[in-house]
């Protein structure tokens, strides 16, 4: 078995010290060009590769950073990491997606210079455990700009209030009023989304809201308080891969609306995929999108190209989310200057899902 090649059998061969070596091989500091070539040419020939590890603890960098992602199964976080991967890769670091989001003892046992969150509950529990005694740069991608964390962490935000309101605008431009919801359970941002609906709603028809909530899970009529559950109850298998599959839960809301005695004219699905199971299903039950009912999502991911009639959604760009916490972390590391509060674009995409009823 060949001897690995150190940089002290380099230094020997080249007649230097194993500093010059290093300031030679790194591109750092002054080395007589001679000496340089004769040390590059040696390095060359004998195949020297330098140990990754070694590297990163002379160097106090890894160029590697943790994103702490449970699930890459859903569109939405998926497109995140790939913004996350890709913005990376132009400045020279590596993600990597640690699939346990609260495993935080991966920050002691792997090599990385800083940590990537995506949701601030996920950031909040690592700020209130490993956090608090381990120092690594954070940052976390958000939909609440009212987050407190433990130690004061840069954040990406979606505002989810804006992105409710900018929803319910669009719709009651369009002539609607009688806005329903469709809700997979009832935590996170899915209870916020739901409490910013129900306080618009409010404002626009009173306790007449309650009518039009599609509240898959059912627990709203038990309390509006989250109640963090693990959402095993959606789980599905596909050949022993088992995701969390939002379709299905869409499709579950259809059939509550064809049950329910009072029928919104327009329904905010709580994201895309929930909203393409609900079209698929609502087909199939004999309603058409949008003439019976109006259909309007919340991401703008990229799989809305495959669907008839095309969603309107409120595009969040989960891949310029994730992209924005790549460079904020970048800028932590490498002493840039940066912002705390940093605010991710949204809009309206118009398709073909949301019917004009202002002059029916």
């Known amino acids: 078995m060949e001897k ?31 000496k340089k070539k004769r040390i590059l040419e ?9 140990n990754p590890v070694a590297m990163a603890l002379q160097q106090k960098k890894t160029y590697q950073l943790l994103f702490f992602c449970g699930d890459l199964t859903g569109t939405y976080y998926n497109q995140m990491y790939h913004g996350m991967a890709r913005e990376a ?29 995506p949701t601030e ?16 740069p954070t940052v976390t991608a958000s939909f609440d700009p009212s987050a407190v964390f433990a130690k004061p962490m840069p954040a990406v935000i979606i505002d989810n209030r804006k992105v409710i309101n ?6 009651r431009k369009k002539g609607h009023r009688k806005i329903g919801m469709a ?11 739901y409490r910013y609906w129900k306080e618009r709603m409010m404002l626009e028809i009173g306790k007449e809201y309650k009518k039009y909530i599609l509240d898959v899970q059912g627990d709203l009529d038990k309390t509006e308080t989250p109640k963090n559950s693990s959402q095993q109850d959606f789980s599905c298998e596909a050949e022993g891969f088992v995701y969390l599959d939002l379709f ?21 699905c709580f ?39 095309k969603l309107t959604t409120i595009a969040i760009y989960p891949e310029r989310q994730g992209a924005e916490c790549v460079d904020v972390l970048i800028n932590v590391l490498e002493g840039n200057k940066y912002k705390y509060m940093n605010y991710s674009p949204f809009e309206i995409l118009e398709g073909e899902t949301v019917k004009n009823i202002a002059s029916v």
Not at 6 to 34: C, F, H, M, P
Not at 42 to 50: F, H, K, L, Q, S
């Open 89 to 117: 890769e132009k400045k020279g670091y590596h993600v990597l997606a640690i699939m346990n989001e609260r495993d935080f003892e991966m920050v002691k046992k792997t090599l990385a210079d800083g940590a990537l969150f």
């Open 42 to 50: 040696i390095a060359n020939r004998v195949g020297y590769m330098p």
């Open 248 to 268: 299905f839960i869409g499709r579950r809301a259809a059939r509550m609306y064809q049950e329910s005695a009072h029928k919104p004219t327009a329904i905010i």
């Open 121 to 136: 509950s996920v950031a909040q529990a690592y700020a209130e455990s490993i956090g608090k005694n381990y120092y690594l």
């Open 166 to 171: 900018t929803a319910i605008d669009y719709l």
């Open 183 to 193: 809700l997979p359970f009832n935590e996170g941002y899915a209870n916020l989304r």
């Open 4 to 34: 690995n090649v150190t940089r002290k059998d380099i230094a020997i061969e080249a007649g230097v010290s194993v500093s010059v070596v290093s300031r030679a091989l790194n591109n750092s500091g002054y080395v007589d060009n001679e």
């Open 271 to 309: 994201n895309d995929d929930m909203a393409f199971g609900m079209m698929e299903e609502l087909k199939a039950l004999g309603f058409r999108v949008p003439e019976d009912v109006s259909v309007i999502g919340i991401d703008g991911i990229f799989t809305r190209e495959r669907y008839e009639p």
